[in-house]
């Protein structure tokens, strides 16, 4: 694989992706919506549905059907947590390596 992850890929374009295939990230939003990233060296690529928008789940079962098909048997859920810029609290930003190293590592083993 290209050591550079286009920004944006849909579920056509990661279907194409060679080995060794890219981490996942689920990031968690606001009402148990989630947007998946994948990760590869330090490149990061948003997945997007066709008309170029980031592809929502409604939760990680949806991101477990969508993906174990392509190969992938595993994710990071991640999370934004607002709750000190809030009340004010100066929180420096995350990094992606962050974010990766300190989320919930989830299986994509879905039954149907």
Known sequence: ???ILPAYLT?????????PLPEVE???LDMGWYIV??????????LVDANGEAQRFS???WVSRALAPLGYTHGTVTWADTTDEMIGNSTPPVSAKQRMRYGTRV???TQH
Do not use: E, N
Not at 37 to 46: C, T, V
């Open 1 to 3: 694989m290209s050591a």
């Open 11 to 19: 579920l056509t374009d990661v279907k194409q992706l060679p080995a």
């Open 26 to 28: 689920l990031h968690g």
């Open 37 to 46: 990233r994948l990760h590869h060296h330090d490149s990061i690529g948003l």
């Open 59 to 61: 939760g990680t079962q």
């Open 107 to 109: 299986a994509f083993a």
